[in-house]
């Protein structure tokens, strides 16, 4: 292989392990962005129970 075929693969390599990690990291972004939603979501059913609970405990 030549200076310029190895440059080549070179750059292939890098631009397709670039964006392979841009698009784990994307991913992994939305895993989190859904996991904290499902959370908040969980610890308000939560917080909403216990004032439910509350509230006929005191009735």
Do not use: P, Y
């Not at 190895?6 to 994307?26: A, E, H, N």
């Amino acid at each position: 292989m030549t200076k310029d075929e190895t440059l080549l693969v070179f750059t292939l390599v890098v631009s397709s392990s670039s964006v392979s990690i841009f698009l784990f990291g994307i991913l992994l972004f939305m895993v989190l962005i859904s996991a904290t939603r499902d959370f908040r979501e969980r610890t308000k059913s939560k917080l909403v129970k216990i004032m439910i609970w509350a509230g006929t405990g005191i009735v």
